[in-house]
């Protein structure tokens, strides 16, 4: 059995986008980098459905992990109205 491993730059690129999304959070609101975070589970489940076999990195089969993605993209656009939403104390 042949398990292809994405390459390098996959993994320097999702790191690049996470750390825009916190640069997001401090700039400008939580909100906008909830909302980068989904875009680009979103973008995942693409290039999860539609790549080659070892291009993108895989958890379970190709459709568990788009249909995972997908949900958690919808959850969190779902949830990035309160995220700046002040403290009640």
Do not use: H, K, Q
Request: charge should be positive; glycine fraction near 6%; charged fraction near 10%.
């Amino acid at each position: 059995m042949n398990i292809r491993m994405p390459c390098f730059a996959y993994y320097v690129v999702v790191a690049v986008w996470v750390v825009a999304c916190i640069g997001a959070a401090f700039l400008w609101s939580a909100r906008y980098a909830v909302y980068g975070l989904a875009a680009g589970m979103v973008v995942g489940a693409v290039a999860r459905a539609l790549a080659p076999e070892g291009a993108v990195a895989r958890i379970r089969s190709r459709w568990l992990d788009v249909a995972t993605l997908l949900a958690f993209a919808f959850v969190l656009t779902f949830l990035a109205r309160f995220a700046s939403t002040p403290p009640v104390l």
